[in-house]
């Protein structure tokens, strides 16, 4: 599977599970539901895509994880928003975007973001994603590096084995499951949000085809050219030196930043403490830290 294996397992948890504790993080997006934002549709790809546009500044993309819609981001999206125009898509199946017949690849969900950022007249954004859209914002960057100033990447992975052992052996999932999902945060937020409530477990059997491919975009990183931070929890989905692994690929770490601070990479890597995938994207600790980073507004790495 492609970044949407963590997810997966937490939904397996909170199907199974009453305990508050386990549906918090889920329960907090229905609050984001119907919070401000500038509502419209792009058709590109073939997708009649879901986007938001919130605040004013330098154009940020903003990418939600799998099975998850723009109001995972909850506080976030307004910490962003505040001096940048945050763009934030419903990815391909996701949130108010409808699905289409094609298989979920991170690949082309990267294209159509680069697509509507050409819609939209927007030459080069900066492109944030949390797991599954860290994944797209990855591709966007490899596939069209023109179009990304700046790039944030949280909790991503470059491959499936880096996840720790009780994710890769999480059962896999199917639009059999459906029915057993009812009730569920991630049940209710699709139903409060999608187009066609009945595709569900179109959704469910899509990523479960995803969860059975294998995948290392090691050699994706190579043809990055923007500046990256790379944000993981230190209680993430696989160990932090996961994240030093793609923080060096990317250049960083590689002597020290001196006392002027010139030996400095352009690209940054922050591991938040006590934070994990399950928190991450609506911790106000990760808008702060992505801020930091793209006001920075530098050139390439």
């Known amino acids: 599977m492609r970044y949407l294996l963590p997810i997966i397992a937490w939904l397996v948890m909170t199907a199974n599970s009453d305990t508050s504790s386990a549906q918090a993080p889920a329960s907090a997006w229905a609050r984001y539901a119907a919070a401000e934002g500038q509502g419209h549709y792009a058709d590109v790809n073939g997708v009649h895509l879901y986007y938001e546009i919130r605040g004013t500044g330098e154009p940020l993309v903003l990418l ?24 934030a898509v419903d990815l391909q199946g996701h949130g108010r975007t409808a699905d289409v017949d094609r298989p979920f690849r991170v690949e082309t969900m990267a294209d159509d973001i680069a697509a509507l950022l050409e819609h939209l007249h927007i030459s080069r954004a900066d492109v944030m994603g949390y797991s599954l859209g860290g994944g797209v914002a990855l591709q966007v960057a490899a596939r069209h590096p023109s179009v990304v100033h700046r790039l944030v990447l949280v909790s991503t992975s470059l491959r499936r084995k880096d996840f720790y052992p009780e994710i890769l052996n999480a059962p896999q999932i199917g639009g059999s499951a459906a029915e057993q999902m009812k009730g569920t945060p991630i049940w209710d937020l699709y139903m409060s949000l999608a187009p066609r409530k009945q595709d569900f477990p179109r959704l469910l059997d899509k990523i479960g085809t995803l969860m059975a491919t294998d995948y290392d975009f090691t050699s994706d990183i190579a043809k990055v050219t923007a500046p990256t931070l790379v944000v993981a929890g230190d209680a993430d989905i696989f160990a932090p030196s996961h994240a030093v692994e793609l923080f060096g690929l990317l250049g960083g770490g590689k002597r020290d930043g001196g006392y002027d601070g010139s030996g400095r990479s352009a690209s940054r890597l922050a591991i938040l403490p006590g934070i994990t995938h399950y928190t991450i994207f609506a911790a106000p600790e990760l808008g702060e830290t992505a801020l930091r980073f793209l006001n920075e507004r530098g050139g390439k790495k």
């Open 64 to 87: 939600h994880g799998g099975l998850g819609a723009i109001e995972m981001f909850g506080p976030n999206l307004h910490i962003l928003a505040e001096n940048h125009q945050v763009i």
